[in-house]
């Protein structure tokens, strides 16, 4: 139990770090094409909130699996 409890951290905290990565360099490449995103219907950030809903039921499903194994590691 304890060695699938830290695989699920390194889950969560992978997902937070891909998804932060990912809206980081999105918003930078925003920034310095304009002209590629004003082409779009819509707005620059809608796969990024495709992606945050994602990643959030990734870390929700995770904590909640760490929330079933945390008794039986005491």
Known sequence: MKRL???LNIVIGATLGVFAGDALFLY????THPELYAMNSA?????LVVYG?????????????KAIIRPKLK
């Open 43 to 47: 707005p620059w950030y809608t796969g």
């Open 53 to 65: 809903f994602v990643a959030a039921a990734a870390i929700l499903v995770s904590l909640i699996v």
């Open 5 to 7: 409890n830290q695989i």
């Open 28 to 31: 930078w490449d925003w920034r």
